[in-house]
Structures are given as C-alpha cells and as structure tokens.
C-alpha cells in the first residue's frame, strides 16, 4: 500500500534524486570517537541478534529494556531478539547483564550520560537502539549512539532503502555467515548509507521543520515532548477529541502504532512535502473544533 506520508521514506518515489539541491556536510554524526567499530546487515535485529550472540549470556541472564517513554510496550522486533538468549524486563536487577536503552522514535533517552555511567559500574553492557535518530548532538559534542557500548541503527527508517542495519561497536564483533539474498541487501544498504550520509543534517532538519509545522498548527500544548533533545522520528499529538483517522486526506497517511486511545503518532517523513502536513494538521485541527462545540 502507498501513502503519501509514509513512515518509511523508501515509500516516496522520488527518494532517488530529491536530495540534488540540499546543501552537504561533512561534520561526523557518530562523534569524534574513532576507537569505533562499524558493521553492517541485512536488518538491525539480525545485527542485534549477532551482537547478543557475541555475549555468551545464560538463561538465567536478563536484558532490561529501558524506553524514553516508559510506555507498557517495546518494539517487537527487541523483545523477539532477546528472548533467544535470556529474559528480558523493563527494569535492571541483579540478575541485568544487558540493558538496550531505546531513544523512542528520536527522543533521546533522559539523562543519557549519567544512566550509561551508573550501568557500566555495575558491569553491564550497553546497547543503544538509534532505529530512529541519527546525529544527535546532546552535551560536549557527543551524540546519541556514543555514549554505550554499542549503537544499533535501522537503516531502513533513517534513509530511503527498504532495509539494512548498521551496528556501531568498541568491541570487536563477529558476524555469522550472510546468505547471499542477506548480502545483498547488506550491500545495497551500504550503498544508500554512503550516498545519503553528506545529507542527514538535511534529513534532521527537513524532520524537524515538519514537526513544528504540526506543533504550531495543532498548538504546542497538545504535543508531547518526551526529551530535551530529540529529532522528532514521531511527532506525539495527543486529543481527547475522537479523530476520524479514516477522512479522504487522513486514510492516507500511515500513523504509528500506539495503545494509548488519546494520542496519535504522525511519522515526520522528511521527503514529503511540507504542505502536506500543513493539510493534515488543518485537518485534525477542524476534527478537535468540531468535537469542542
């Protein structure tokens, strides 16, 4: 199905060549730390899956997945990695050899640097889920992704290719073997990475703009905002209105997937024109003033 404000940008047909006329940069987006490490894959969670493999964990072990929300839910895609090598919860406790700290769709985990620092006295391993942020700089030039032991990346939601991972690491990492449809998309991937890497400042920024089209529109009151820094991957509007997401001009856009009844996620896809976000705000904006008379 096609959208015409997708989540992923893959989704837009003129992924190819719209970047032509944006202005390049050559500043690093994973910081000045070059003792670093980088891996690339077919999927994020195949990279995940090979770095829990990596860290001889018993059953009695356990991953505790840290969310920026600390919403009753996490991605599917960590929880079924996890689970092939020990328990998993939401909390660190004396049994915690990992802990994944998710940057939920671009907020940046709260207090990032102090909470890596307290988990690495006690022994254990960082990964950081960037599926949704890249570049993100947050104190002294460090940006997300630098601050544990390893950075996760879903390539496929930060440039427009259909899949891919990167795994950033100060360790050193052994994959298994690809298979060579695995390959394949691997090096595709690498491809993209390489050909939109001078334009994330750009990604970041268009992302952004879209989000304050949405927050200046729908009045910044009714947007949560989860982190001091943050590139917003999900822009959260929450309502008490009962929106019609089913309208001629909303069926088209993809929302992102949320339990919670009064809030809706609107994916910021920095390849779609900003009008049409105007239109979807003024949309919703109309659905809430209905609801309040």
């Known amino acids: 199905m096609e959208y015409d404000i997708p989540i992923l940008m893959s989704d837009v047909k003129t ?11 050559t500043s690093d987006p994973f910081g000045c730390d070059t003792d670093i490490r980088s891996y690339f894959g077919p ?6 899956s090979a770095c829990l493999d990596g860290l001889h964990l018993l059953r009695s072990d356990n991953i505790a997945i840290l969310t920026t929300t600390n919403a009753t839910y996490v991605p599917t895609c960590l929880t079924i990695a996890s689970f092939n090598f020990c328990g998993v919860s939401r909390v660190v406790t004396q049994h915690t050899r990992v802990a ?15 909470v890596c620092e307290a988990l690495r006295l006690q022994g254990i391993t960082i990964i950081e889920d960037c599926a949704h942020v ?14 544990g032991d390893y950075a996760l990346f879903s390539l496929s939601k930060i440039f427009p290719c259909a899949s891919g991972g990167l795994i950033r690491s100060r360790r050193s990492l052994k994959l298994p073997d690809m298979t060579n449809a695995e390959a394949e998309i691997t090096r595709h ?20 703009s879209r989000h304050n089209i949405i927050a200046s529109l729908l009045g910044q009151q009714n947007i949560e905002i989860h982190s001091n820094y943050y590139i917003s991957w999900m822009t ?7 929106i019609d997401l089913k309208t001629p001009l909303s069926k088209s856009i ?35 003033h209905d609801y309040d008379r």
């Open 15 to 25: 992924a190819s060549d719209i970047y032509k006329n944006w202005q390049m940069t």
């Open 43 to 48: 999927t994020a969670r195949w990279l995940l």
């Open 100 to 114: 994944i700290i998710v940057h939920e769709h671009g907020f940046s985990y709260p207090s990032l640097r102090e």
């Open 134 to 147: 890249f570049g993100l700089p947050i104190d002294d030039n460090c940006v997300v992704g630098s601050f």
């Open 189 to 208: 991937a690498k491809e993209v990475f390489v050909q939109w890497l001078p334009y994330y400042k750009e990604l970041n920024n268009r992302r952004m």
């Open 236 to 242: 959260y509007f929450k309502t008490d209105a009962a």
């Open 254 to 288: 993809e929302f992102g997937a949320t339990l919670r009844d009064d809030l809706i996620l609107i994916p910021t896809n920095p390849l779609v024109e900003e009008s049409r976000f105007m239109e979807l705000a003024g949309m919703l904006r109309k659905e809430m």
